[in-house]
């Protein structure tokens, strides 16, 4: 876990303050308001770009702010250990949507009466659906922030390098695209058509919307050997035999070797959230800085005219207040200015995935991300990999397992989806 306190000055802000005998200020105010995140809701928070959009407020208030960094499961675990205590030190936690389940409301503090007392900005502009699934028994226990919605990146020298004019407008389109897009170099460099990582549902996911297809759907059905489910795992079985899907990142996940290989041009396209397209394009480690583009992820050529785009994959990030915390007034006016429209937009600047619909008209957004079009275009329509249950992590880890055995060969893309159909289906019955 890494600590890191910012603007020190702030700090001794307040100690001057108390010192000069203001005692029912210094009472009523905490020295630091600490943040339980993950590392990448920092780096958006403070980032260059956009420039840090807690400092104002800190400023403000003269209370500094305090960044606790963890990855995505031992963050989830530190936060639901921290809110079953008597009382916490943490004042503000990101919650991932899948452990947004209707148990933790009760380990939460419901936002309705502090909204109406002391309100956000525009609430109704931030992200309606992901509002909805922070919501129960009509109380609301957390603000959206980021959201990780995917993508197609494509390398288009790649691209112009085989003879291909543009990025797949079918899913048909991508699988052969990728079997022409796996060549070697006259240097020996190998490059792979299409590169994706199998550790969660999420890229199986994104390739099975192509379909319209859900593993597990909002209503919670499962629905892992629907048409579109087999036709996803079928289509990465035909990618791994023709050599057109890199198998080492696949099976080992290895996600500094995907980012690498997008960035040096051994891969020529992955199903990712968008806002990594600046990543790929990182002009300190790309090969070709703007090489890689980002578009929508295509539909499947049978449902060209039903749709606009294929509903891919969406992820969010909320900001909650734990019951228990010791600050929760100031904790909540940090919250109100994180998640005000400027605030929105100087993260989105940094890389954030903003929450916020009128972000995407913002004529500075829009200048400095390219993608902007195809990741509204998306966001409209895109879902949940997986909805919030108690069984989630355990259902995931069946399709994984049984994907990679289709893709192997073991047995065939209906077999293994009908196999996690029977395995999750009384997981969702518990």
Do not use: C
């Not at 000069?20 to 980032?47: C, M, N, Y």
């Not at 400092?55 to 530190?78: C, K």
């Not at 990030?317 to 100031?330: L, R």
């Not at 995935?353 to 079009?373: E, L, M, N």
Request: proline share 5%; charged share 20%.
């Amino acid at each position: 876990m890494k600590r890191r306190t910012f603007s020190s000055s702030v700090a001794g802000v307040a100690l001057i303050t108390a010192a000069l005998g203001s005692t029912a200020l210094a009472q009523d105010k905490p020295d630091v308001i600490r943040i339980f995140s993950h590392p990448v809701h920092e780096r958006v928070s403070t980032g260059d770009q956009g420039g840090d959009i807690t400092a104002q407020w800190q400023a403000d208030n003269g209370i500094a702010v305090e960044w606790n960094t963890l990855d995505v499961a031992p963050l989830g675990d530190r936060l639901f250990r921290e809110m079953t205590l008597p009382e916490t030190n943490v004042d503000i936690g990101f919650l991932l949507d899948r452990r947004a389940l209707p148990r933790i409301a009760d380990l939460l503090e419901p936002l309705n009466d502090l909204q109406a007392s002391d309100p956000i900005e525009d609430l109704d502009d931030i992200a309606p659906g992901m509002r909805a699934a922070l919501t129960f028994d009509g109380k609301l226990y957390g603000i959206p922030f980021r959201h990780a919605t995917s993508g197609l990146h494509w390398n288009q020298e790649i691209f112009e390098e085989r003879g291909i004019a543009g990025p797949p407008q079918t899913m048909e389109e991508l699988i052969e695209a990728a079997k022409a897009l796996t060549f070697t170099r006259d240097d020996g460099t190998k490059v792979t058509g299409l590169t994706i990582l199998s550790d969660a549902p999420d890229n199986i996911i994104d390739l099975a919307r192509a379909w319209d297809a859900d593993f597990v759907t909002p209503d919670l059905k499962v629905t892992a050997n629907s048409e579109g489910m087999i036709n996803a795992v079928a289509a990465l079985r035909e990618l791994f035999e023709a050599g057109a899907l890199d198998e080492t990142v696949f099976f080992s996940n290895d996600r500094g070797a995907l980012l690498s290989g997008m960035q040096t041009g051994r891969f020529a396209m992955t199903l990712a959230s968008t806002g990594r397209n600046r990543l790929y394009n990182d002009p300190e480690k790309a090969t070709s800085p703007g090489a890689v583009q980002t578009t929508t992820t295509p539909l499947s050529a049978s449902l060209v005219g039903t749709m606009d785009v294929a509903p891919a994959k969406t992820a969010f990030w909320a900001m909650v207040i734990p019951k228990n915390s010791k600050n929760i007034k100031y904790s909540w006016s940090l919250v109100k200015a994180m998640s005000s429209k400027e605030s929105t937009l100087m993260a989105a600047l940094n890389g954030n995935g903003p929450v916020r619909a009128s972000t995407y008209s913002d004529p500075v957004f829009r200048d400095k991300i390219p993608y902007a079009d195809a990741e509204q275009a998306v966001l409209s329509v895109a879902r949940l990999a997986i909805p919030a249950f108690d069984n989630a992590a355990r259902a995931s880890d069946i399709l994984v397992e049984f994907v990679q055995a289709a893709v192997l060969g073991q047995m065939s893309a209906e077999e293994a989806m009908n196999t996690v159909q029977e395995r999750v289906e009384p997981l969702l019955a518990e």
